[in-house]
Structure formats: structure tokens, C-alpha cells
């Protein structure tokens, strides 16, 4: 055989990522076009090791869901532990491939290591091939008048609102399979479930994985919520929003479906339907501004503020409090509880919670945003480094720190009738619903707690709590 037939029916690797879909998926309609075997490819590396609890398990289901829907087209998926770069040569080995294809992620971490990943493929002589499709916008596309990424989201909002954006890809018919399977590891030995202990069971009745289950929610959403959306979707109790984060975050389904679905559900009159195109440009909003300034995953993103006096200790009684859903407040402990529950919360709770810690409890938001990683299903980089920093008010486009939510203001005002509380908390009440029951079954047992205690005390006042944290604010100004 020669080298040009060789590289004629040498099968390319697709290597997914947060990516999990056949549809909508520029790097394998491009490996199918090839007319070549395609093998599907997931790597355990550092990346996955490093994930927290939720998140891994969530991952385990949307492996299980894309290795079914792979399998329906003729193809599978191969899964390996390691270092990328060594596990894609051995794969090259094993298997004569001679193309490597991925979706393109914007994290530095992944950035460094697809860069370093690229250069030595080629060198080796091995198409090594990037696409978009995490995003509506590549980053490097969407810049201010006077160039630099936008750090404001509405002159971001109105740059792209009526952009073009990439048309939708069909899923292949069917995926060329190899010769010869390269081997792959049980799913099983990763024990992805593992971190989440106890609450696996609980939280996996809330959580439905892969691509099929995402569009279904898509079209959900637009026969019903969409239109309400502009209204509902402030109100935690009623299931006003699309609930796609988890599908978002893993891939499972693409931005670009989201948006024409949006624009679709727009021309035929859905109120909500802007607002929901909104809600995806924060999205794109946060990416843009991770990938331009990547310090926004780790440091203030306003330097002034390495000076505020934030508490840093993730162990005192207070913070302890919030982390079980137990501050006394009753709308903080709820939205804490239905993380624990379901893996998600809903984005004004996320809010409240956030706004709580960080200013009522004086708190560095690197512990919410650390704590958030471990329990939230929709995990992600972006968004969550950028909803803590936007709360706490040192982050781009953020709402000032005297500017301090008030929890029970937020419960007459988006939870009037109480639904969400009594949906989240148990104790007090003489018949609790199944969610707020289903907390003292989702949380670690060495929490030690039953539904029959009584509801704590206040950690802080509301208004004490507030006052010294705008003393804070105030000393720190000076
Ligand atoms: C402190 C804090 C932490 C957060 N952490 C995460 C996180 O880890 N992962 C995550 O996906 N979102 C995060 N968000 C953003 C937001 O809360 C969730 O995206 C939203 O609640 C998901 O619910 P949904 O899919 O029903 O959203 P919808 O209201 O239906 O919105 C549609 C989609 O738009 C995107 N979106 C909506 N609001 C935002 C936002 N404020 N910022 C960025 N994208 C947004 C999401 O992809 C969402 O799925 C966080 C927000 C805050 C304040």
C-alpha cells in the first residue's frame, strides 16, 4: 500500500470534548465528509480528573448517552485515561490514523494544551484539525469600535444580536467504522458517580443526559415557557426557564440550535423569545471575556479589588451554614438545597445565594465559586467564575457591592405566593413536600441532619449583616 492510499483509508479520531453530539457538529460532519473510518474518542485526562463531583457524574451519564447514539449509527465510543498528547499517539499507533479532529474550548488550560497538541501532530505529520462550535461567536470575532473584547454586555448584545450565525449541521446518517476497533476502558472503572456518594441516587431522578433528551427540551420549551420567558423567568418556583445549562455545558446541544430556535419562536410572535437570545449572548459574554482575560476564572477582575478585605476562611460556622442550607434564611437555604437535589438552581437564586456569601457573610466569592463546581450538574468555567464576580461586584459589567440583595425583599417580590420554599424546605411544616424531603436524603450523611430539627436561627441579621458589609466597602474605598 502506498502513502497516498494509506492516508486514503486511514481512519481520522474524533476527539470529544464538551461537545457530546452527533448533530451541529462541525469537526465530524468534517471527519465523515473525509469518506474515511471515523473513531470516536474520549480522553480521561487531567482535565476530567480535576472536574468536581457533580459535574464528573453528569459527565458519566452524557458519555453513556453519546456512546448510545453513536452505537445507532454504527460507531462507538473509545474511551482512554492519560495525558491527551500520549493517548492520541498511541491511538495513531494502534489504529494507522492519520487525522485528529476536535471542537475548539477556550479555557486557558484547554487552550495550552490543544496548542502544544497541534504543533506536534503536525510535526508528526498528522492532520491535526480545530472547529468552532462551542459558541455562537469565535471570540476573536466579536470587538469593540476601537477594538478588545467587549467587557459591557448591552453594546455586546446589540453587536451580535443581528449577526449571522453558523446554519445547522445534520447528524450522519451513518459513521464508516475501522477495520479493527481500537480497544477501550469500561466506563464503569472511572467511577465518574463515585464523588457524589449517596446523592447520586437522588440527584440522577432530576437529571436526563444526551443530545436526544436536549432537543426534546428544546421543543419543550418553545411549545410552552418560551413565550412566558421574558416574564417567568425571574420567579424560582415556576419552571419559567429552558433548563438547557446541563445540555449546554457538555454540548450536548449547540448554541446555533438554541438561537434558531429563538429566532424562529420570535418570528411567530413569542414574547420571551428575545429575552432568551439575551440569556445566551451572557453566555458568550463570559466566554469572550475568559478567553480575552483569563484571570477572570481566578483573580478579581477588577484589580482594585485585591485589597477588599474579603473573609477567606470556607470553614467558619457562618459559611459552613450556607454550605448545608442552613443560614436561617429561608430563601438562601432553599436555593442551596434544590443544588443538592436536582444539581442545578435557578439562575435568580444563584443570585441570591451568591449575594449572600459574598456580602452578608463578608466572603471571598472563590469559595461560592469553588463550592458551586463541586454540586452544580451545569457546571461551568465561564459562567460560574463570571456570575460570582458580577454578584460580588468586582467583576465585569457588575452591579455595584452596596447594592445588596435583600433575601426576604427578593421572596415577596419572585417567590410572592412562597412556592419555592415550601418546595425546598422541610422543616416547620406538617406536610413537606417530596423535594424538601428528598434534601436530608441528597446531602452527606456526617451533616448529620432529619427533617424533624427546626429550622436555625438566623446566622446574621439581614440588616446587621448588611450594614458591616458596607462598612467594609466603605473602609476598603476609604
Ligand atoms: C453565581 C452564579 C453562578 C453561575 N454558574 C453557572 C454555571 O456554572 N453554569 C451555567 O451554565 N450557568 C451558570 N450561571 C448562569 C445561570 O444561572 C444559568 O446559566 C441558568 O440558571 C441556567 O438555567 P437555564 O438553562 O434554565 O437558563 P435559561 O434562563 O433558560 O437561559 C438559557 C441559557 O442561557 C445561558 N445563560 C442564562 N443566564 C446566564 C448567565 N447569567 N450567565 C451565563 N449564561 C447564562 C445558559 O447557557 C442557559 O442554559 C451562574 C450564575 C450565577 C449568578
Not at 151 to 162: E, H, I, K, N, T
Not at 211 to 229: G, P
Request: charged share 25%; proline share 6%.
Amino acid at each position: 500500500m502506498t502513502a497516498d492510499t494509506r492516508n486514503e483509508t486511514a481512519p481520522v479520531l474524533v476527539w470529544f470534548r464538551r461537545d457530546l453530539r452527533l448533530s451541529d457538529h462541525a469537526a465530524l460532519t468534517a471527519a465523515c465528509a473525509t469518506g474515511r473510518p471515523v473513531i470516536a474518542v474520549f480522553i480521561h485526562d487531567d482535565a476530567v480528573a480535576g472536574l468536581g463531583a457533580a459535574p464528573r457524574f453528569r459527565l458519566d451519564l452524557g458519555l453513556r448517552a453519546l456512546d448510545a447514539a453513536l452505537r445507532e449509527k454504527g460507531s462507538r465510543l473509545i474511551l482512554r485515561r492519560g495525558g491527551a498528547q500520549e493517548v492520541l499517539r498511541q491511538l495513531i499507533v494502534e489504529t494507522g490514523a492519520r487525522s485528529v479532529y476536535w471542537t475548539r474550548l477556550y479555557d486557558p488550560a484547554s487552550q495550552a494544551r490543544d496548542s502544544a497538541l497541534k504543533s506536534a501532530l503536525k510535526q508528526e505529520g498528522i492532520e491535526a484539525r480545530s472547529f468552532a462550535g462551542h459558541l455562537l461567536f469565535e471570540p476573536w470575532t466579536v470587538q469593540t469600535g476601537t477594538g478588545g473584547p467587549y467587557r459591557v454586555f448591552s453594546p455586546m448584545w446589540r453587536a451580535v444580536a443581528g449577526r449571522a450565525v453558523d446554519g445547522l449541521l445534520p447528524p450522519p446518517d451513518r459513521i464508516a467504522a475501522p477495520a479493527d476497533w481500537p480497544g477501550s476502558e469500561p466506563l464503569d472503572d472511572w467511577q465518574l458517580q463515585r464523588g457524589m456518594r449517596l446523592g447520586a441516587r437522588v440527584v440522577a431522578a432530576h437529571v436526563q443526559a444526551g443530545e436526544a433528551a436536549a432537543l426534546d427540551r428544546l421543543d419543550d420549551f418553545c411549545a410552552s415557557a418560551m413565550a412566558r420567558y421574558k416574564a417567568k423567568r425571574d420567579l424560582p418556583g415556576v419552571d419559567g426557564t429552558s433548563r438547557l445549562s446541563d445540555y449546554l455545558s457538555l454540548g450536548e446541544i449547540s448554541p446555533h440550535r438554541c438561537w434558531a430556535a429563538a429566532l424562529r419562536a420570535g418570528e411567530a410572535g413569542a414574547a420571551g423569545a428575545e429575552t432568551f437570545r439575551k440569556e445566551l449572548v451572557w453566555r458568550e459574554f463570559a466566554y469572550h471575556l475568559m478567553y480575552h482575560t483569563p484571570h477572570i476564572l481566578t483573580e478579581n477582575w477588577r484589580s482594585e479589588w485585591q485589597g477588599f478585605r474579603w473573609n477567606t476562611d470556607g470553614g467558619t460556622a457562618p459559611v459552613t451554614a450556607w454550605k448545608q442550607g442552613r443560614t436561617g434564611v429561608p430563601l438562601v437555604d432553599a436555593a442551596m438545597r434544590e443544588m443538592y437535589v436536582t444539581g442545578r438552581m435557578h439562575n435568580r437564586a444563584r443570585m441570591i445565594a451568591a449575594s449572600y456569601l459574598t456580602k452578608h457573610l463578608l466572603t471571598d466569592w472563590r469559595i461560592g465559586r469553588d463550592w458551586f463546581e463541586q454540586h452544580l450538574t451545569d457546571w461551568d468555567p465561564a459562567s460560574n467564575a463570571m456570575g460570582w464576580q458580577w454578584v460580588a461586584g468586582c467583576g465585569p459589567d457588575a452591579s455595584p457591592y452596596f447594592r445588596i440583595f435583600n433575601p426576604e425583599t427578593q421572596q415577596q417580590k419572585f417567590d410572592p405566593d412562597g412556592g419555592y420554599l415550601r418546595q425546598w424546605i422541610a422543616e416547620g411544616h406538617r406536610d413537606p413536600t417530596p423535594t424538601a424531603l428528598s434534601y436530608f436524603d441528597a446531602v452527606p450523611e456526617s451533616w448529620a441532619l432529619s427533617p424533624e430539627m427546626p429550622y436555625p436561627q438566623p446566622v446574621v441579621g439581614l440588616r446587621e449583616g448588611r450594614e458591616r458589609a458596607l462598612d467594609a466597602y466603605h473602609d476598603w474605598r476609604g
